[in-house]
């Protein structure tokens, strides 16, 4: 195979795989969190809509087009997510009932950084104590992305007993149990940190294995850190200096410790790739200069993640915002691992089949620079889409 032909696959076949879209800007996240109560059940609903999704949504809650979201019209939006929720509890028909709306500006929805929040209520059908609550979002299920979560019970009589949700998150069960005489406080928060811990982390898991491998950006980063790797050893130390920096700053930002506005994360993401790209032209992509450049950006792509945790996390006590940290971490790595792994292996096979053609150092420097010819062209243009304030 052509060396120069061989790479190009190598930049763009990522893009194929992968949906058209990266960091949600086709897609309508939508962030259910129940919280049970021994009266009633409470469902929260924050709903942002992607930049390039924002204009369908936005036409259907600004009925009359005049650029202004009235009470009415909320209501009215409100009453269409209501039905387009599908709840049961024990088997049975749940009503709910709208408790309170916050709307954004259409500025703001069109910018894609609006959030729309809606809170429903029903009322706890009497006798049982055990039950089974049953949630199915369909609300723009062509263009949505669901996350669902329940809240840890302050009430020690109510226990949280099982979570269980289909891949997309748009299916959700709940099984808990209210108890007469109940435990202490410290015995239900031990139990629900056991129990709901290890399906909290699941959810996240998949979560950010979806993020990564949706996330052009975080791809070609990671993808010009692989073209320059020329063992595997150096590929996990570069690997591994990235994963720390993300990690601390992800960290860091679902704690609400640390913040910065997108309008300045997303440039610096961008930059990050022509950044590495043309240290890999330029062959200044070894020793400490590298593991620097790969921990220093790193730390902007921690920032980049977190905004795909933040929308639940908002009233998660802080041991359940940890286990969704740790799922979703480990998810991004796994993500990173199955592209990088793959794509070291071919690059190293590509070097093997030209090994008599050309003298080694030559052979691996032509990979890493068509390879990040590509990826510079692509982080230019994201970079371009950033400043515009279009990412």
């Given at each position: ?29 939508q962030a259910t969190t129940v919280a049970v109560k021994r009266d009633r059940v ?251 450049a790969a921990f220093f950006f790193g730390l902007f792509h921690g920032l980049g ?87």
């Open positions: 195979m052509n060396i120069r032909i061989a790479i190009l696959l190598l930049v763009i076949l990522p893009w194929l795989a992968s949906p058209a879209y990266a960091h949600q800007l086709d897609e309508y996240l409470v469902l929260e609903i924050r709903m942002v809509a992607g930049a390039e999704v924002a204009k369908k949504v936005l036409a259907g809650i600004d009925t009359d087009g005049d650029q202004m979201i009235s009470e009415a019209e909320q209501h009215a939006y409100a009453e269409r997510v209501r039905l387009d929720l599908a709840t049961t509890m024990d088997g049975n028909p749940l009503t709910l009932r709208p408790i309170s709306l916050s709307f954004p500006t259409v500025e703001e929805v069109i910018k894609g950084r609006g959030d729309i929040v809606i809170e429903f209520e029903a009322d706890m059908p009497p006798g049982a104590s055990a039950h089974r609550l049953a949630l199915e979002n369909r609300h723009h299920s062509a263009i949505a992305v669901y996350l669902v979560n329940c809240l840890m019970p302050r009430d020690p009589g109510v226990r949280i007993i099982d979570q269980n949700r289909n891949l997309n998150q748009s299916s959700y069960q709940l099984d808990f149990a209210l108890d007469d005489a109940g435990s202490s406080p410290a015995e239900s928060n031990q139990w629900a940190g056991e129990t709901g811990g290890l399906a909290v982390m699941k959810s996240y898991f998949i979560h950010g294995v979806h993020h990564i491998l949706t996330g052009y950006d975080h791809l070609l980063f990671v993808a010009a850190l692989a073209l320059a790797a020329a063992t595997f050893w150096e590929l996990v130390k570069v690997v591994t200096a990235f994963t720390l920096a993300h990690s601390l700053t992800l960290t860091l930002a679902a704690l609400d410790l640390v913040h910065l506005p997108e309008r300045v994360v997303e440039p610096l993401i961008a930059a990050s790739i022509v950044f590495v790209a043309v240290q890999n032209i330029l062959g200044y992509s070894q020793g400490r200069g590298r593991l620097a993640f977190a905004g795909g945790l933040l929308d639940l996390m908002h009233q998660m006590p802080r041991e359940t915002v940890l286990s969704a940290i740790f799922g979703f971490s480990v998810g991004v790595e796994t993500g990173h691992l199955t592209v990088l792994l793959p794509l070291f292996v071919l690059l190293a096979a590509i070097r093997r089949s030209q090994r008599e053609v050309t003298p080694q150092a030559s052979r691996s420097m032509a990979i890493q620079r068509y390879g990040s010819t590509g990826i510079l062209v692509a982080g230019v243009y994201f970079l371009c889409m950033a400043l515009a304030g279009q990412s």
